[in-house]
């Protein structure tokens, strides 16, 4: 059975360009990661609290290879294909199966994937970031279900992304080290999140 791991974080940073790192949007959602194992799927959150229930929507998972580990975050998306984080927290809160099915239709999520962890049982959180999300752009082309996304990505132009991002009404963008391997529980540099500084009040 595939360990139960715990996200890898990032820093906070400034915008900047580097051919070294892989930028891609910072999704305003709920960060999960789900594992497929002989018995089934299962997805958790941050704190390992049991995710599995209550997105039955992603019983398409088990058509990933057996033995594969995903990184991600659930995503709503409003009408204009912005992150919608407070729609998603009122589904997300909802423990009745009834009222869980039903909130597939008021609140659809989209499983947006962005990290490779294991695949086909062999571990790679050893393995340089590019290969890990190469195979899994792969995997999830093949996967062709539209409740699950690849979170794609640029090398090089990342204050470009930020101002772009920002302007679609996205939270800012992620920097990743395109060698960094994962590093389950740790906040790590290899990994910037950019997002703008709140506002602070003047007296």
């Known amino acids: 059975m595939l360990p139960q791991l715990l996200p890898m974080l990032a ?20 960060r999960a990661l789900a594992a497929l194992d002989a018995p089934g799927w299962r997805m958790w959150g941050r ?15 088990p058509r990933l290879p057996a033995g594969t580990l995903v990184d991600g975050e659930l995503v709503a998306f409003d009408t204009d294909g ?29 499983y947006v994937v962005f990290d490779l962890l294991y695949h086909a049982g062999r571990c790679l959180l050893h ?5 890990r999300r190469e195979l899994l752009a792969e995997i999830v082309e093949r996967l062709h279900v539209p409740e699950v996304i690849f979170s794609a990505g640029i090398v090089g132009p990342g204050t470009a992304l930020y101002a772009a991002s920002l302007t679609q009404g996205h939270e800012g963008v992620m920097a990743k080290h395109l060698t960094s391997t994962y590093r389950p ?14 506002r602070t009040s003047r007296e």
């Not at 906070?12 to 305003?28: C, G, L, M, T, V």
């Not at 704190?47 to 998972?61: G, I, N, Q, S």
């Not at 912005?82 to 609140?107: V, Y």
């Open 47 to 61: 704190e390992r609290a049991d995710y599995t229930a209550r997105y039955p929507e992603f019983d398409v998972l």
């Open 185 to 198: 529980g740790r906040r790590s540099p290899a990994w910037r999140k950019i997002k703008p500084k709140p």
């Open 127 to 131: 393995e340089p970031l590019a290969r």
């Open 82 to 110: 912005r992150p919608d984080l407070p729609r998603l927290l009122r589904r997300h809160g909802l423990t009745d199966p009834w009222r869980i099915a039903q909130a597939k239709r008021w609140c659809p999520v989209r």
């Open 11 to 30: 820093v906070s940073a400034e915008p900047f360009d580097s051919a070294e790192y892989s930028f891609e949007i910072k999704w305003n959602g709920i």
